[in-house]
């Protein structure tokens, strides 16, 4: 969950989706119909097992700001202080 977010994007068994609502410990997506009939995400029932893949992009901000001694002057402060 944690690189799970509000209009990000979400692989869900090799489809990529937007995220529409994130709860605590679930997320929602919206599927269009042309997604529901091309894909077998339609077939798909309430506890089926899915391969979920999240944006890399999360991953590799949090790499570049999470401190570490990898040389980065990449901070939390200065994402903030630049508008992000």
Do not use: W
Not at 21 to 38: A, L, M, R, Y
């Amino acid at each position: 969950m944690r690189y799970i977010v509000e209009k990000g994007s979400v692989a869900i068994d090799g489809i990529s989706l937007t995220v529409a609502e994130v709860e605590d410990f679930s997320f929602k997506v919206s599927i269009i119909p042309h997604t529901k009939k091309e894909t077998n995400l339609g077939d798909k029932k309430k506890n089926d097992m899915v391969n979920i893949e999240c944006d890399v992009i999360g991953k590799y901000v949090e790499k570049l700001v999470l401190p570490k001694d990898n040389g980065s002057k990449l901070t939390e402060e200065f994402l903030i202080q630049n508008g992000f």
